[in-house]
């Protein structure tokens, strides 16, 4: 703990070298244009590879950057960003690698976390054909990185949090990504969120009243 205590004194340092009101300006509040959701893995830094510093991106993390619509932890994390702090942007970034994807692939139990590795299951039942005809492992295990998040996005495009914020003037955008941690690049997914509209009349996606 004692490198942690010495590390923070060396950041403080050096913000305040570069400017002495730093802490100052940053304790009058944040307007961050970005919500981040993106895996626990502690590769996947969503400010550094981003290129943003305290304050200009809120963020949310869990195992498989998964928007699972019975977690009360994200959904209001996402009600926060969206209706308190009106952030432009939201983006749902995987990466390659992903321990919890790779899991959620095999038949192994791993105790609690089989629960919540099962919505990445429900991702490879919706694309079975195409990711069984996949017959490297290792590509077929990118290729679920990238089906996890689009329909990651999607499960955003379903939250009446989202529906709701649609209907608003300035809505924000949804986007997936992939970071690849060999290269350290990302990659945009270009989700197409429109294309779910064919499901108005299951998700309501609209917001429109369903009559009974």
């Not at 703990?1 to 009101?21: C, G, H, S, T, Y």
């Not at 977690?71 to 960003?81: I, P, R």
């Not at 329909?151 to 992939?178: C, R, W, Y």
């Amino acid at each position: 703990m004692e490198k942690i205590f010495e590390n923070n004194r060396k950041w403080v340092a050096e913000k305040l070298a570069q400017d002495p009101d730093y802490f100052k300006k940053l304790a009058l509040g944040q307007e961050p244009r970005y919500l981040f959701i993106g895996c626990s893995d502690s590769r996947v830094p969503a400010g550094e590879i981003t290129g943003h510093g305290p304050g200009e991106m809120f963020v949310h993390r869990n195992i498989a950057n998964m928007v699972v619509h019975t977690d009360v932890n994200m959904l209001s994390v996402l009600q926060y960003a969206v209706e308190v702090l009106k952030v432009k942007d939201i983006i749902v970034c995987g990466h390659y690698g992903c321990g919890g994807v790779a899991a959620a692939a095999g038949n192994k139990q791993f105790g609690l976390i089989d629960n919540w590795l099962r919505n990445i299951k429900d991702v490879i039942r919706l694309h079975e054909e195409e990711f069984t005809g996949i017959k490297d492992e290792e590509q077929r295990l990118r290729r679920l990185v990238e089906l996890n998040v689009i329909e990651q996005v999607h499960n955003l495009s379903k939250t009446s949090i989202i529906q709701n914020a649609m209907q608003s003037d300035n809505p924000p955008k949804l986007h997936g990504l992939v970071y690849d941690i060999r290269e350290g690049l990302l990659r945009d997914l270009k989700v197409n969120v429109d294309q779910f509209q064919q499901f108005d009349h299951i998700y309501n996606v609209t917001g429109e009243q369903v009559s009974a």
